[in-house]
């Protein structure tokens, strides 16, 4: 089963008849990692919500290589802030997978291969609330992973993190990648935009401003603006 | 102040010998209000699930009247319920007037809304925290209720317990359609209410403080069986 390409034509979300987001044309290729980037307010969460299809679209489409029910079967969304359900960190490992009718020994299964594969498995009988907040976005990661999406958005991972936990997210999605998932990121963190992008989407004032390969945006960026946001200046 | 102490007395002679009509009177208090819990929790609980993550046109309706609902008084239920089951009545065929299975009726009607609403508040915080996620994975509407239910489960117990404390406490409705009837629907409620009339004050005391004591022992096994205060924040 194929997702990609998927084709975004002039989407756009508006509430209250202000214009949120777009319009933007999009076409994602099936590999590799994008890189949303743009100041607060640009439209960067909502734009990952309308490919993710949790925000509803107000005027355009998005037309994926098969139906949209397949391809959101086959994504999975990663939040700035990890939802945790209230129950232990295995019990929130396998339940996505008890959602997909998974049996319960199988679903344990993979739930400890990942828990070891993301440093959580000392954990796995403790309350998910209660963890650090890097060890909850862990767990949000490998919960979002471990039904092997072939799309993975995430939404600022790591902007409540300090170093060490964003190095284990970013190797987790490091794996995940080579792994073949597609991954679509937001972050306004340049550094990690350098360390995970293949391309790039800069985001200003809810338009679609500059995209284009990583080296190339990061190199030579066109527009001012970009350059300016590059550079470290405030861009509104 | 005699009335009291002989009371506290005659209080523990009665539980202390077991007394039969004690334990045959405690012992259909405590089986018309389980049963009348269970139902109402059947009722209640999905009902304020739905009402907390279906968007539909009556829903503030519907949360306004179950809060107002709480405030029902147990005997225009008990009056309602009595012109609904006696014999000239619409369910008069059944012959339920003045069972048990009368008063659980009764009791369902007045604790329903209690639960419903009490339960309704906590499962809406959950939902708030939950929704992207559970959006995100597309559960169906069945899955999310299931999920709710179940993660917000201590919650549920509080609201559990406050319509069992209102339902073992009630005297106005199942007086009305239980009619008290010595053996067959006589409760601790009733029978104190009985024996307060006949001026039997101490023995009245006694029944009252075997009824709080039923209560509070109640409300202590389901606490200690569904390990509440412990293991985190819920």
Partial sequence: MQLFPMQAISIESRRRGQRLVGPIDLTLEGQGATVVIGPNGAGKTTLLQLLHGTARLSAGRIDWACTTEEARHHQAFVFQRPVMLRRTVLENLIYPLRLRGVAKAQARLAAEEWAARVGLEPLLGRAAPVLSGGEQQKLALARALICKPKLLF???PCAALDGRATREIEAILHSAKSAGTRLILSTHDHGQARRLADDVLFLLGGHLHEAGPATMFFNRPETPEAQAFLRGDIVE | MVDIWSGLTQAFWLVFTLDPELVEIAGRSLQVTVSALVVACLIALPLAALVAVKRFRARRLVIAVLNALMGLPPVVVGL????????????????LLF????????????????IASIAHQSIRELWQEYHDLLISMNVTQGQKIRTLLWDSRRALLTAALAGFGRAIGEVGAIMIVGGNIDHATRVLTTAIALETGKGEFALALALGFVLIGLAVAVNLAIHWLGRTEREGRW
């Fill in chain 2, 80 to 95: 309602i319920v009595y012109v609904v089951l006696s014999r000239s009545g619409p369910l008069g065929v059944l012959g």
């Fill in chain 1, 154 to 156: 995430l939404d600022e």
């Fill in chain 2, 99 to 114: 069972t048990p299975t009368a008063m659980i009726i009764a009791q369902v009607i007045i604790i329903v809304p209690l």
